[in-house]
């Protein structure tokens, strides 16, 4: 099976930077997803690395190092809106396009 | 990007009644479905996979009998809970994926058995 490990919850301030880090052990990596769970709604997708280095998208960049298991997704100038749930999945090889979830990282921004 | 659309977004059921719910792929065709469950502050746990044609795959632990997953088009898959109890209160959620296989989400249904 695959082990996914994010911290549970974080708190940031409005105009700040904040990193969710993501650890895993699997066996057979095929990529690693990021998405974003408002409470009550579908989780979106944010950002998908397959190769190690990191992929800027706007407000929002994730990082991979496949060697260490790890990645990181990290959101600048937090706005309110950000306050959500961020959900680390990983992929593995074999033919299946079913990544699976962590827990989720809740992430509160305040004022 | 693509869109995958979930009715109903809530549904309230007595116990003993059974619920449908569907996942429709809008602007592409799904040969694979998924369905996840999420219970309050937990993460998704994938029930399915539904394939258009042939039978649901299950995950452990998940009983086929009591939630029946139907995948008849390219672009519907249906999900109904059978004889549905209050421990089945839950949101579900259906996946479909696209290119890569990146994952598009329904917008979720929240089941809520009396």
């Known amino acids: 099976g695959q082990n996914i490990d994010q911290p549970t919850e974080m708190t940031a301030t409005e105009g700040a930077i904040v990193q969710i880090n993501c650890t895993y052990q699997?066996?057979?990596?095929?990529?690693l997803f990021w998405y974003q769970q408002h409470a009550g709604e579908a989780p979106t997708f944010l950002s998908y690395n397959v190769l190690d280095g990191l992929e800027e998208k706007g407000r929002f960049s994730s990082f991979l190092s496949r060697s260490k298991g790890y990645s990181y997704l990290l959101l600048k100038e937090l706005q309110m809106k950000d306050s959500a749930s961020y959900l680390c999945a990983v992929r593995k090889t074999g033919g299946s396009y079913i990544p699976t979830f962590g827990r989720g990282t809740s992430l509160i921004v305040h004022p | 990007g693509a869109v995958v659309s979930q009715h109903p977004s809530r549904v309230i059921c007595k116990s003993g009644t059974s619920v449908k719910i569907e996942c429709r792929s809008l602007d592409f065709q799904a040969t694979t479905m998924f369905w996840y469950r999420q219970f309050p502050k937990q993460s998704l746990m994938l029930m399915a996979t539904s394939n258009e044609g042939s039978k649901a795959t299950y995950e452990q632990g998940v009983e086929k009998d009591k939630f029946l997953i139907n995948h008849a088009s390219l672009t519907l898959s249906t999900l109904t809970v059978t004889s549905a109890h209050p421990e089945d209160s839950s949101f579900y959620i259906c996946s479909a994926t696209s290119g890569i296989g990146e994952l598009f989400f329904g917008e979720g249904s929240r089941l809520t058995v009396l």
């Open positions: 699997t066996s057979g990596f095929n990529g």
